[in-house]
């Protein structure tokens, strides 16, 4: 490790000019943050995290890196890295005290959580560690831009030695999501700078409680390509030497580096936190001679590159800046209550308006659900350099040069099948077995103009990617009040109805999703429509999940012919599937189909039902509905799903709050039990709703 006793030495080759302007930058920092937490005591700013014990560390980092060219995903103590990056001290204090002005989030975000558009620090989230994977996957498509090139044509900023810094606690270090990214990144050797600034707590948990052994560079010595380097990060020559050689590594394109940096945290975790009580006297007495400003001031001093005279007027006019920069700040206005909806969907992109309605234009034999899905793909790989397709099992097959000799996989359903084959393992490739990974990943992608499509095999298995979907995906854009986005398609086979499926491979879960302002989710009945709500996905400028109800793949009566290459359908559309004038059934997915099963039944005893095939479920299709139920007055709302708390819940409590007047009967809702899809066929036909309970249904409710 580089320590403290060579600083003197290293020292020496420094420029004065450096060390000044480092130790300013260090004081800078180190201000604003006694200057919010004043502001905090004083209750004009509500929350307050530091960067004290850090700053040092943070400037040696930003010295060697280039804002606006290489791209940043920095960890809240970061505050003096995004300074020396660019960032202002009135720019953090709009955001300490909320205002609209503010450029990371316009008073949507905490401060610390830092965000700038113009200087490539993309939004930071609180979760400890998701902000790894996203950095993993900007490098990503850094690695794409430089294979792909008409892909790197339509980026809007992409260099071929660019670094991406990702920073991140000892604490965090223990997320899944850290070793999931590291494995990654190792494994495709890309341009990813970590991290890890290790002040020996993780709120009240020691490192060596945290971390097996206790040092994290040393359990991460043995991933290939990865540079490992260890600092005393409160030591500014060691740290800028380090930072030196893991940036010139990473921008040589050699692979990924990561610093082990040991800094302290003397303010405490964060205001609520008192670290007396679980920090013993003699420790932090330690950590206190380990302070990053005393010791580069101690060594501008003993170096006699600055006397105590010109510390001092250094000290003083970083005072008057940080004064002047919190008054400037507390004079702004807050956020406007107006602005509270704007940016949870992109404000250029409609994918409910016209320009997405686009009839078919058939041509050739019936074909399955799979095939269209597998067409819409292509069609935009063909269209669109950007999309790039990802998952487990996706591809061919991994390793390219036996592609020739085997069939190919092409995903657990074959739904991408063919794709790696025709246009290259740059655009379409299997990932390692790392749910969240996948997702964490595909945002960094997308949050660099991709468009990535990718799967995860079977919605059951789409919980470990759970916090990058609620946390990040769906927050991005209005966390960052547009500045960022990550418009990307999530592709899930979903449902039960398959027999052997049982509880990990079967269920349904979709309200789940529906629950997240942010995300669109559409669930197609029809291959026709899969391929053009799919189509719809991949234009839109919005995170989709698009959910593929599995039974519904190969159903002979569900196919259609190739639609043509721009077949689209608006979300937020419903189909009517069955016209009607007993009662309206508002249904989705594999339970169209079973609706349509009972009309024969129905009609023999003079019922005729009108049935609504919703197709996208956030939005979804509330004039259609309103319509229906306003001529049927009756209205049985049907799902997959288990029962409360459903999808179902949402959509009738809506009927009986807006269309009472119009309901003779009261609505009826119908799904699975409240129980997990069981694995004897005869156990999950009991389980999920059949032909015969929506007759019953619909029969008790024309009875009504
Ligand atoms: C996933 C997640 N779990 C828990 C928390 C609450 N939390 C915030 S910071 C923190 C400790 C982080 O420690 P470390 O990564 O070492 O960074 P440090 O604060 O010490 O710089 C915890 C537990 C969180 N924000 N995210």
Redesign the pocket.
């Known amino acids: 490790m580089s320590t403290a006793t060579n600083q003197e030495v290293k020292a020496a080759k420094l420029d004065k000019e450096l060390l000044l302007g480092a130790y300013r930058m260090a004081c800078l920092s180190r201000r604003v943050d006694d200057k919010e937490i004043q502001l905090k005591r004083q209750n004009r700013a509500f929350f307050q995290i530091s960067g004290v014990g850090h700053e040092t560390l943070g400037v040696a980092l930003a010295l060697h890196l280039k804002a606006g060219y290489d791209w940043f995903y920095p960890?809240?103590?970061d505050r003096a890295l995004c300074l020396q990056l660019g960032m202002t001290p009135y720019e953090m204090f709009l955001a300490s005290v909320g205002a609209g002005d503010d450029p990371g989030s316009a008073g949507r975000q905490m401060p610390s959580h830092w965000g700038h558009k113009k200087l490539h620090i993309v939004s930071q989230s609180?979760?400890?560690?998701t902000q790894v994977p996203q950095a993993v996957g900007a490098a990503e498509a850094s690695q794409y831009f430089a294979l792909v090139k008409e892909a790197a044509e339509l980026a809007t900023s992409f260099h071929s030695d660019e670094v991406i810094y990702v920073s991140?606690?000892?604490?965090?270090?223990s997320?899944g999501e850290f070793w999931e990214s590291l494995n990654w990144a190792c494994g495709r050797s890309l341009p990813v700078l970590y991290v890890v600034?290790d002040?020996g707590?993780?709120?009240s948990v020691p490192v060596d409680v945290?971390t097996v052994g206790g040092s994290i560079s040393r359990l991460v010595k043995s991933f290939p390509h990865l540079l490992v380097l260890e600092c005393d990060g409160t030591d500014f020559p060691a740290s800028y030497e380090e930072a030196g050689k893991a940036v010139e590594y990473v921008r040589a394109r050699r692979g990924p580096a990561l610093i082990h940096a040991h800094v302290i945290?003397p303010y405490s975790?964060s205001l609520s936190d008192d670290e007396r009580l679980y920090k013993p006297d003699e420790l932090r007495q330690e950590e206190a001679r380990r302070d990053p400003l005393l010791r580069l001031g101690n060594l501008l001093r003993q170096e006699g590159l600055a006397g105590e005279k010109q510390l001092k007027e250094i000290e003083t006019e970083v005072d008057r800046e940080v004064r002047e920069a919190a008054d400037q700040a507390l004079a702004a206005q807050p956020a406007s209550p107006d602005t509270l909806l704007r940016y949870l969907y992109s404000p250029t992109v409609d994918p409910t308006s016209e320009h997405f309605d686009q009839p078919p234009r058939f041509n050739g034999e019936p074909r399955t659900m799979v095939d269209l899905i597998n067409a819409v793909l292509r069609d935009e790989m063909a269209r669109d350099p950007r999309v790039v397709i990802f998952g487990e099992d996706v591809a061919d097959c991994s390793h390219e040069n036996e592609l020739p000799k085997v069939k190919g996989k092409g995903g657990v359903f074959k739904v991408t099948h063919g794709l790696q084959r025709d246009f290259g393992s740059a655009r379409c490739y299997n990932t390692t077995l790392a749910e969240a990974g996948i997702v964490g990943r595909a945002i960094g992608m997308a949050t660099r103009g991709l468009k990535p499509v990718v799967e995860i095999q079977f919605l059951d298995y789409i919980w470990p990617a759970m916090?990058q979907i609620r946390d990040e995906l769906v927050t991005l854009r209005w966390r960052s009040n547009n500045a960022f986005s990550c418009p990307l398609v999530i592709r899930v086979p979903i449902g039960g109805y398959l027999a052997g499926g049982a509880i990990y491979h079967s269920q349904s879960g979709e309200s789940i999703f529906t629950h997240l302002p942010g995300l669109r989710v559409v669930m197609p009945a029809t291959a026709l429509d899969a391929n053009g709500l799919l189509r719809t996905a991949i234009r839109c400028d919005d995170p989709v999940l698009f959910l593929e109800p599995k039974h519904l793949y190969r159903q002979t009566y569900n196919r259609a012919p190739y639609p043509g290459r721009d077949h689209m359908i608006p979300f937020g559309k419903a189909k009517l599937v069955q016209e009607g004038t007993t009662l309206t059934i508002v249904t989705y997915g594999s339970l169209v189909h079973r609706a349509v099963q009972g009309l024969k039944t129905l009609e023999q005893e003079g019922i005729l039902p009108e049935i609504l095939d919703l197709r996208s479920l956030n939005p979804y299709d509330w004039e259609l509905i309103a319509a229906s139920v306003k001529k049927t007055n009756r209205v049985l709302v049907l799902h997959e799903d288990s029962i409360s708390w459903g999808y179902g819940a949402e959509i009738a409590a809506r009927i009986a709050d807006e269309l009472f007047e119009f309901l003779d009967a009261p609505v009826r809702r119908l799904g699975a039990k409240d129980v997990y899809v069981p694995y004897h066929p005869v156990l999950e036909d009991a389980m999920l709703p059949q032909p015969a309970d929506i007759v019953r249904a619909a029969k008790e409710l024309a009875a009504y």
């Open positions: 960890y809240y103590r609180s979760p400890t560690g991140l606690g000892d604490g965090a270090s997320e600034e002040n707590f993780a709120i945290q945290r975790h916090m």
